[in-house]
């Protein structure tokens, strides 16, 4: 992974900001009376497209975000998404993933077959079991994360957290600004 | 092997425990609150990806409610005001 985990962060905010805001405006564009449960379903992916774009896809999840918009999104959703990747996204294919349920499925099935047989485990193997349980739900938190293997997922992980941090703290600050004034309305 | 569907391909080096716990122990870096003072490795790979978890779904919480918030607060503020409509502008 390139060196862009030592960026500055506040480099990473302002990007992050200008292409969230952007997306937003895409939004407003197509629509001008948004219920509120639109609005926030326009805030959230504007936000998750900005953040996924900042490691223009040198990243597993960031390129996972993008595919997943890909497959998913229409209309002012798509054209946000555009807008803030500067690209046209690919034509929206069938999901293939019904295949690959089936095996992890199956592969579950086998786990709990020896457990059925009563077999004994020594502390380490439970500790061992453990560990790889919480690498599978590590997996399906970080976008992408499925085809991993274990070193990436933890790099990806990391940087994958460091980016959210940066989205939940410049989305508090706007939260805070558009609080502030919504108060300053009340007193006056 | 035969007959068993191998996760990685067979070039690449088998990782190494001490590899895991090394990139595990920078995952403790980001984690706003994990005190371990366990010896064992396995467990503390445990402890920390657990909290790794948490951590995660609390930020993805955090988005979706910070989301419904500013939908909120920006649906509600009157376009009139000077300093309203800069924000207003945003979306």
């Known amino acids: 992974m390139k060196a862009r985990m030592q960026m500055s962060s506040s480099v990473v905010k302002q990007e992050f900001f200008k292409k969230w805001i952007k997306g937003m405006q895409i939004y407003s564009a197509f629509n001008k009376e948004m219920t509120i449960m639109e609005r926030k379903r326009a805030i959230k992916l504007s936000a998750d497209v900005a953040i996924a774009s900042t490691r223009s896809a040198t990243t597993q999840w960031s390129r996972a975000v993008v595919a997943d918009v890909s497959t998913s999104a229409a209309g002012a959703a798509r054209a946000a998404a555009e807008e803030i990747l500067g690209r046209k996204l690919p034509e929206r294919k069938a999901l293939a993933t019904t295949c690959s349920k089936k095996i992890v499925r199956r592969s579950h099935q086998r786990r709990s077959k020896a457990a059925a047989r009563g077999v004994v485990r020594s502390s380490a193997a439970i500790a061992k079991k453990l560990v790889r349980n919480r690498t599978r739900v590590l997996k399906r938190l970080v976008p992408g994360g499925k085809k991993l293997d274990e070193i990436s997922l933890i790099k990806e992980t990391l940087d994958y957290i460091a980016c959210l941090q940066v989205q939940v703290d410049v989305m508090r600050h706007l939260a805070a600004a558009a609080e502030s004034l919504d108060h300053q309305q009340i007193s006056f | ?91």
């Open chain 2, 1 to 91: 092997m035969s007959g068993r569907r191998s996760r990685q391909s067979s070039n690449t080096p088998r990782i190494t425990d001490d590899q895991i716990i090394d990139l595990v122990s920078k995952l403790h870096q980001f984690l706003p609150e994990i005190r371990n003072t366990r010896r064992s490795n396995k467990a503390s790979a445990n402890k920390v990806l657990q909290e790794t978890c948490n951590y995660i779904r609390n930020l993805h919480k955090e988005v979706d409610d910070l989301s419904e918030r500013l939908s909120q607060l920006l649906s509600s503020i009157d376009a009139d005001s000077p300093e309203a409509a800069i924000i207003r502008s945003l979306i």
